[in-house]
């Protein structure tokens, strides 16, 4: 495995987040912006086949308003008025402030929406970090009223205030401190929906795909976020979505990656 330096998220960029971005990528980073405001999702498909297509006929998805969804933006606000934190060991001596590393509320309202059309009983996430998107699945979960999070965190005071965040919301969550590598097998059964977000690096990115889709059930979702973080994550979502193992494929708002497991 190769250093995670490089490989963490900072939501401050104001640009398109490209090293040198084509004028296609640039307008479909300014147009994601603009929808994101009009609570819609862009839809880009790989492999448009399999449930995936069945449940996202357009090109664009409205994003409905998540459970909880008030609830779970304060507690992320007040989560980073508290300031800038250490990054985990091994990614050098970075600090982040918790709103430079948390999925946004569209994705967020995507990954509730998700949780109710799939119905999964194990939903796996790593990295938790301060448990935003933890806490849209735990808030859709609970709203199920079935379903448990299986969530991972290495960094300690990180994972800290996760749970208190997470305990907030309610629902049913496990959160382990440590890596998904080491302690992936404490999870109980087949999973049906996973979040890959931790090192954006496709070295890391594959390895961990590898280790969730030997754990999925057929027609299980696995989510890669920060597909467009660099041209490196670029490619390692052109492979992805075209990986055997899955059968439909789609990019939402050029950011996430959604595959359907075979
Ligand atoms: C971009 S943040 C996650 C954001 C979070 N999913 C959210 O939306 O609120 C990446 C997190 O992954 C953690 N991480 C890095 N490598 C990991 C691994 N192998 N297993 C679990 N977590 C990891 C980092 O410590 C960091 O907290």
Not at 103 to 111: E, K, M, V, W
Not at 237 to 251: E, I, N, T, Y
Request: proline share 5%; charged share 25%; aromatic share 10%.
């Amino acid at each position: 495995m190769g250093p995670f330096q490089g490989g963490m998220k900072d939501t401050r960029r104001a640009s398109p987040p490209l090293t040198d971005p084509s004028p296609y990528d640039a307008a479909m980073y300014l147009t994601d912006r603009v929808l994101g405001r009009m609570n819609v999702a862009r839809l880009e498909w790989a492999e448009r086949a399999g449930w995936l297509a069945n449940q996202y006929p357009f090109l664009a998805a409205r994003m409905p308003i998540a459970p909880q969804e008030n609830l779970i933006e304060e507690l992320s606000a007040e989560t980073d008025e508290l300031g800038e934190f250490d990054a985990w060991k091994v990614y050098g001596n970075v600090k982040r402030k918790p709103n430079q590393v948390r999925s946004s509320r569209i994705l967020g309202r995507f990954y509730a929406d998700m949780v109710r059309r799939l119905r999964p009983m194990n939903v796996v996430e790593f990295g938790t970090a301060f448990g935003v998107s933890g806490m849209y699945f735990t808030a859709a979960l609970r709203q199920l009223g079935a379903g448990r999070l299986w969530t991972f965190e290495p960094n300690v005071s990180w994972a800290r205030l996760a749970e208190k965040n997470l305990a907030a919301v309610g629902g049913d969550f496990v959160l382990t401190v440590g890596t998904f590598e080491d302690n992936v097998d404490c999870i109980a059964g087949p999973v049906d929906l996973a979040l890959i977000d931790a090192v954006h690096t496709s070295e890391w990115v594959e390895s961990q795909f590898g280790l969730v889709v030997e754990r999925c059930r057929p027609g299980a979702v696995v989510l890669v976020d920060d597909i467009d973080f660099s041209d490196d994550m670029r490619r390692c979502w052109k492979k992805l979505a075209r990986d055997p193992r899955g059968r439909g494929s789609v990019a939402v708002a050029g950011h996430l990656g959604v595959i359907e497991i075979a």
